[in-house]
Structures are given as structure tokens and as C-alpha cells.
């Protein structure tokens, strides 16, 4: 089946350092990946949709600046999250979705990474 | 806008017992898609079971089925023969062909006891 694949898993870092989370459909083209935040015990919230080879789409009250997303391939997108703050630590998710999809294929989504500022 | 609403926050089961969640959403399209995701302990998200709103049979995987009522806007998971590894939490989601965005309910938080 398709697989997604998130890394780091687990990444703990100084306050003020810059994290990239990288996200890979690795047997399959994906024109739209997805990244969501997740708190404890809560939902997935969307942060952004990512386009390759354009802009990504951010959902209301996310900082794109802060959070900046390159899609450059149809196989990658990153997520940065720059100048991070111990607010910042979550739970981050991306999904994929394939090329030639329909919306009734399920989203495919990575193994997550947890983020923690000091 | 398109809402998924789970008001089952946690719910317990007897191991081999059956146990149904609730998932209602809320929206002025006539063809979507629902889904329920299953996320772990290890907080994988697990594709369990997904339903086209133009077909009218429930759908059904193994132990896992749906209770799909179109008219009142409903989306039950029902898991039968429970086992210690269904523990998780369960997310209702729903999509439309127009808009790739999943829109997620607040999930359900299942605890199978042995």
C-alpha cells in the first residue's frame, strides 16, 4: 500500500533554533501533501496545504512565516518551523494524497514528529 | 463549511464485546466521502473503514462497520468482537470531491479492557 515517510520522529531542540520536518510519499507522485498539528488528546488541526510547484495554502491564523513549507518535488515537502519557541511543541503530521487521486482514496499520512523546545 | 462532530469523548469496552461510536457532520453537498482513522498509542494514523455517500450499503471490514444514514447526516463505527488492540482514539472524517481537505471530528478515545 502507500507509504508515507515523516522524519525526524522525535526532535528536541534549544529555543530560537530553526527544525525541518520532512515528509515522503515513497511509492507514489503526491501533487498535494498536507500538514496538521496535533495537541495532546486532540484533533488533527490543519495548518497548511502544500502544492509542488507553487505556494502553499495556509489555513486562517497560521503563520506562514513561521511555519514555512517548500514542496519542490512530488515525492517531498518540508515543513520548517523557524525560530521555534517551547509553544511551538506539538505533535506535527503530514498526509499525502496521489497524483491521479479521488477524493474517496484516503489521505496517506506519516508517522508524525514530535517536536519539544527547551 | 463542513463540520464533523464526535460527542463521545472516551468510551470503554469489555474485551469480545461491541461497542459504537457516534458521528454526525454537517454539510450542503450531496456527494463525499466519510472516513473513520484510528490513531494508536504510537499515534499512527490507521485507515479503518471509509463510506461513499452515494452508495447505500454500509460499508464493512472485518470486525469494523458503519451505520451510514444519509438523510440524518450520520456515520456510526460499530467494532465488534472488541480486542485489546482497537484501544485508540477514533477520528471521524469526512471529504468532498471539491475540496481535498479533510475536515476531522474531535475524536473518540476507545479503551478495550481485558
Known amino acids: 500500500g502507500a507509504v508515507v515517510s515523516q522524519h525526524p520522529s522525535r526532535v528536541i531542540c534549544k529555543s530560537g533554533t530553526s527544525v525541518k520536518i520532512e515528509c515522503r510519499s515513497l511509492d507514489f507522485q503526491a501533487t498535494t501533501m498536507f500538514w496538521y498539528r496535533q495537541f495532546p488528546k486532540q484533533s488533527l488541526m490543519l495548518m497548511a496545504t502544500?502544492?509542488?510547484?507553487?505556494?502553499?495554502?495556509?489555513e486562517q491564523g497560521v503563520e506562514k512565516d513561521k511555519f514555512l513549507i517548500n514542496h519542490a518535488s512530488l515525492t517531498l515537502s518540508t515543513l520548517t518551523v523557524t525560530s521555534a519557541h517551547p509553544e511551538d511543541s506539538s505533535f506535527y503530521i503530514c498526509s499525502a494524497t496521489p497524483r491521479t487521486s479521488n477524493s474517496n482514496q484516503p489521505q496517506h499520512f506519516g508517522d508524525g514528529t514530535r517536536l519539544s523546545i527547551l | 463549511a463542513q463540520t464533523v462532530t464526535q460527542s463521545q469523548p472516551e468510551m470503554s469496552v469489555q474485551e469480545a464485546e461491541t461497542v459504537t461510536l457516534s458521528c454526525t457532520y454537517d454539510?450542503?453537498?450531496?456527494?463525499?466521502?466519510l472516513f473513520w482513522y484510528k490513531q494508536p498509542p504510537s499515534r499512527q494514523m490507521i485507515l479503518v473503514i471509509r463510506q461513499e455517500a452515494y452508495k447505500q450499503q454500509n460499508a464493512t471490514e472485518n470486525r469494523f462497520s458503519v451505520n451510514f444514514q444519509k438523510a440524518a447526516k450520520s456515520f456510526s463505527l460499530k467494532i465488534s468482537d472488541s480486542q485489546l488492540g482497537d484501544t485508540a482514539m477514533y477520528f471521524c472524517a469526512f471529504i468532498t470531491p471539491n475540496d481535498y481537505k479533510l475536515s476531522f471530528g474531535a475524536g473518540t478515545t476507545v479503551t478495550v479492557r481485558a
Open positions: 454539510t450542503s453537498e450531496s456527494n463525499y466521502y
Open positions: 502544500s502544492n509542488e510547484g507553487s505556494k502553499a495554502t495556509y
